[in-house]
């Protein structure tokens, strides 16, 4: 078995379709057919089904998808531990955050990470997919709520944070240090869309404590929502520790009891190699969280 016959046979499980993975790997239909006839002969078993112009995966198929994901995976973390050998402090670092709050928090700590890794290339990602981008290798590592223990991953829990009512300073709650659940009730709110996990996370609160909320608008970003708030729009509920990033704009902070609250964590494959500058990375991202005052 080689591994270009397991490159072809990777192409086509994705494409399902012989022309089109041949076109995607630059050969012709024939060598892709025949090599992959080689395989299932050196396997002893079919690795797809031909149902007229169908193309699907045999439960062998299956089996060899797996495994031979996990085969370029491990070469991958392989030509990574060698280049960090022989590179110090270059590379690239793939890290998916929550949008909107997470990714522009972390300015400050990109900025002092490259002044002494200046060679790596860091990518930040928003996404709500963070899991999944982490388990099919689109980025390193993953932060994130804290999720139920995954045996295909390390989970590093690192951040815990509560939440506020933000208020334009002429609102009526504006001089309000803390307020009840109730007092939420019947107040227009400018949040995050549903899906957005602060706003998934704020709807299953609110249904904790029996009341629903009033959103008069829905944005994606977490500097358009507090925009939002200084031109009294409506209120917003986020994370305690924004306020430092808005108080210029006349903006508020109160706090709620018994307020919503949310665990992060780092998270990453367990079989997947991480650098020296990554681990350095993600140990400046948990002492950040956890020790910067300007959060």
């Known amino acids: 078995m080689e591994l270009r016959q397991l490159n072809y046979f990777l192409v086509l499980c994705k494409e399902l379709h012989f022309s089109e993975a041949a076109f995607k790997l630059g ?15 050196e396997i002893g078993v079919p690795l797809f089904d031909r149902i007229g112009k169908k193309t699907v995966k045999t439960e062998a198929g299956n089996i060899l998808e797996r495994y031979a994901l996990d085969v370029f995976r491990l070469l991958d973390s392989a030509e990574e531990a060698i280049f960090d050998l022989t590179n110090l402090h270059a590379g690239n670092i793939r890290l998916a955050v929550l949008p909107s709050d997470l990714d522009y928090r972390l300015t400050p700590l990109l900025v002092d990470f490259h002044k002494d890794f200046p060679n790596t290339k860091v990518q930040v990602i928003p996404s709500i997919d963070i899991l999944n981008m982490v388990l099919n290798n689109e980025v390193d590592i993953g932060v994130g709520l804290t999720m139920n223990p995954d045996n295909r991953l390390h989970q590093i829990p690192f951040y815990t944070e509560t939440y506020s009512l933000y208020v334009h300073e002429k609102h009526k709650l504006a001089n309000r240090t803390i307020i009840s659940s109730n007092d939420l009730i019947n107040i227009p709110l400018v949040m995050y869309p549903k899906g957005f996990y602060g706003r998934e996370l704020i709807d299953a609160w609110c249904e904790e404590q029996g009341l629903s909320i009033t959103t008069i608008m829905e944005t994606g970003s977490a500097t358009s929502l507090f925009q939002l708030v200084k031109d009294g729009i409506g209120a917003t509920i986020q994370p305690s520790q924004l ?11 109160i ?18 190699y991480l650098s020296i500058a990554t681990k350095t990375f993600m140990d400046r991202l948990e002492k950040f969280f956890t020790h910067n005052t300007n959060l």
């Open 27 to 41: 050969i012709s239909q024939p060598t892709l057919s025949q090599q992959i006839r080689v395989l299932e002969d």
């Open 243 to 253: 306020i430092d990033n808005f108080q210029s704009l006349g903006i508020r902070s």
């Open 255 to 272: 706090k709620i009891e018994k307020s919503p609250t949310r665990n992060l964590e780092i998270f990453y494959r367990n079989n997947k």
